[in-house]
């Protein structure tokens, strides 16, 4: 499997090996460039929130790790394999779709928008991969997704479609679905910003459950700077498409050093 | 069943005759002209046939115009643009006169010319389809492709769990419209031989000289068929909306 040589950006890492480590990544739509020569690494188990101004590249970050999107130049890593490039008769070439496939099992992702499948109860929505991917049987899985669906708190709708359920249900189903596979990685693309503001707490609580009960290593985008504090380890400050400061949340929160990271977070403070 | 009230005779009155109709419907056993239940029935033949054809191939054109693999959508594209661009008579012609011919040496004439009508009239609607399952799987949400991807739902399943689930109901109605459309259209296999209502009609026209009440059936038959096939299409409609 192709190894990327040792990064740029390893002086950042936190462990010996990183789960994922991004190397002089750049990504650019036409002539806009949201990311510039981004380096850094994540090390396993490790939560790392991304906060900034809107267009800053948070959210590229995590659609490149989830293959929606392709970087324009540098790699990234996913615990030893590369998500941009594949040897191919000895030589990198670019990752192709199964490639792809193979490397981003291993990573999770609920959206924004949820994206539950409204022709699925939420049953199948769960079990759906886990069967189909994963090759469970289906009682195993659906077995899972019980389980998973008391944790978020939705044990009893099984048999429901997703346009009988609020958008806070339809999250947690999301998060549910996610986590039916398994994955090494979580990536939480603003979970809650879609969501009433009083359908937000549940949320936040189940996720703070996931983080508190298990070692799962998690990107986080969102503006919830309170749950931030709370589940992360490390938060990363980012203005167009650069790291501009990062550090435990207590220092990002409590003292940051840079000045555009101290007027983002007394806006983002003062909105909500 | 239409009722005979009258038996004709031979002598033209220059009025609508009502036993015309029932003359055309069941011929003497010496006549000229076949039944018209024969032509319908070759008429639902001919719809039937083309529209699972129309069905089948509109979906695969519109899949195959969505692949990642560029030979593969510009095969299909160039494939719907020609058949689109070009009348669907020139292409029965071309069917009837070269393709089948040249395919099936072995057969009949008359199997033959149904072989290159219903598939004409299929391959010429399905092109027609595939731009309506297009508009279909285009109507859904980019997220659910999004969502696809990061559970790693292989390609196939992605179509059949996912989008076409999503997609196929909303276009139904406007599927529907298509195939009455093209059930309207099947008359026009009559210039390659296939024996239709128009064929059975004109045969009695040219027998007994009395065209009008065999044209006349012929377009009420139409018009009754396409008013009951349209009520099921409405229905979906009202549930699944306009496209």
Not at chain 2, 1 to 24: H, N, Q, S, Y
Not at chain 2, 206 to 214: G, I
């Amino acid at each position: 499997m192709a190894t990327s040589e040792p990064v740029a950006g390893a002086h950042r890492s936190n462990g010996a090996d990183p789960l994922i480590s991004f190397d002089k990544v750049v990504k650019q739509f036409g002539s806009l460039t949201v990311l510039r020569d981004l380096d850094f690494n994540v090390a396993s188990g490790e939560r790392v929130t991304l906060i900034g101004p809107s267009g800053s590249g948070k959210t590229t970050i995590l659609r490149l790790l989830m293959t929606l999107e392709k970087v324009t130049s540098g790699s990234i890593t996913v615990d030893g394999d590369s998500l941009t490039h594949m040897d191919k008769g000895g030589k990198q070439v670019v990752a192709d779709e199964k490639h792809c496939r193979q490397v981003r099992k291993k990573i999770g992702m609920v959206f924004q928008s949820f994206n539950l499948f409204p022709n699925m109860n939420v049953m199948r929505n769960i079990t759906e991969a886990p069967v189909r991917v994963l090759g469970k049987s289906r009682d195993e899985a659906e077995q899972r997704a019980k389980e998973l669906l008391d944790m978020v708190g939705l044990g009893d709708k099984t048999n429901n479609h997703p346009s009988q359920l609020s958008g806070g249900q339809q999250q947690r189903v999301a998060i549910a679905r996610a986590l039916a596979m398994e994955p090494k990685v979580m990536l939480l693309d603003e979970v809650t910003a879609a969501l009433d503001p009083e359908l937000v707490a549940d949320v936040l609580n189940v996720l703070r459950d996931i983080a508190n009960t298990t070692d799962m290593t998690m990107l986080i985008v969102t503006h919830e700077m309170g749950f931030a504090r709370d589940v992360s380890n490390r938060v990363m400050m980012f203005d167009r498409g650069q790291i501009l400061e990062e550090g435990p949340p207590s220092q990002i929160f409590g003292e940051p050093e840079n000045e555009r990271t101290r007027t983002f977070l007394k806006a983002v403070l003062e909105e909500h | 069943m239409i009722v005979v009230t009258e038996a004709c005779t031979p002598e033209d009155t220059g009025k609508w005759e009502w036993c015309r109709v029932d003359e055309l419907l069941n011929p003497p056993p010496d006549a000229a002209w076949n039944s018209l239940y024969n032509g319908l029935w070759i008429t639902i033949q001919a719809t039937v046939i083309g529209a699972i054809i129309a069905i089948v191939l509109g979906l695969i054109f519109a899949i195959m115009r969505r692949s990642s693999v560029r030979p593969v959508s510009w095969t299909a594209t160039a494939i719907v643009e020609f058949i689109r661009s070009t009348p669907l008579l020139v292409q029965l012609f071309f069917l009837f006169f070269v393709i089948v011919p040249t395919l099936f040496t072995g057969m009949d004439v008359e199997t033959q010319a149904k072989v290159a009508g219903f598939t004409g009239l299929g391959l010429h609607y399905a092109t027609y389809m595939s731009e309506v399952y297009r508009a279909g799987i285009d109507g859904v949400p980019k997220g659910q492709w999004e969502a696809t991807t990061a559970l790693s739902l292989p390609r196939v399943r992605v179509w059949t769990s996912v989008i076409l689930p999503q997609a196929i109901p909303r276009v139904l109605p406007a599927l529907g419209n298509y195939v009455i459309a093209m059930f309207k259209e099947v008359p026009l296999l009559f210039t390659i031989g296939v024996t239709e209502m128009l064929f059975d009609a004109q045969s009695y026209g040219s027998s007994t000289f009395h065209y009008t009440e065999a044209i006349t059936v012929v377009g009420v038959f139409f018009l009754v068929i396409s008013i009951i096939t349209a009520i099921p299409i409405r229905l979906l409609e009202r549930r699944y909306g306009h496209l």
